[in-house]
């Protein structure tokens, strides 16, 4: 099984294989350096919230797409909130991440042990 880094990666590849570009032009259109992008596809190092914000930009996807979150559900308003989330969260610094990865945990601990 592929790391996420690499499921990433490749995403990023699809999307600008989708578009006919090289890796010299989707650095370019990011303001990244070569190198760095195809570090990103080959799943060598994982993007930056900002460097996701700026391929979201370039390509015109949600960042859920990177993640396989783009792919619709029956529920749109659900596809939503959970867009809005993550845009919400990837703008906050680490610890704040950190911190809400642990609220998080405990919620969805609770839920599970009252589910029947």
Avoid: C, Y
């Amino acid at each position: 099984m592929s790391t996420l880094r690499e499921r990433v990666g490749h995403a990023i590849r699809h999307q600008r294989k989708l578009r006919s570009w090289s890796q010299e032009e989707l650095a370019t259109l990011t303001g990244r350096s070569i190198e760095m992008i195809n570090r990103l596809e080959r799943g060598r190092i994982a993007p930056s919230f900002e460097t996701l914000e700026k391929l979201e930009e370039v390509f015109q996807v949600p960042v859920g797409e990177f993640f396989g979150l783009g792919a619709p559900t029956d529920d749109p308003q659900s596809d939503d909130a959970l867009m809005n989330l993550i845009r919400m969260v990837a703008k906050l610094d680490p610890d704040d991440i950190d911190w809400i990865n642990d609220l998080v945990a405990v919620a969805l601990s609770r839920k599970q042990r009252s589910s029947p």
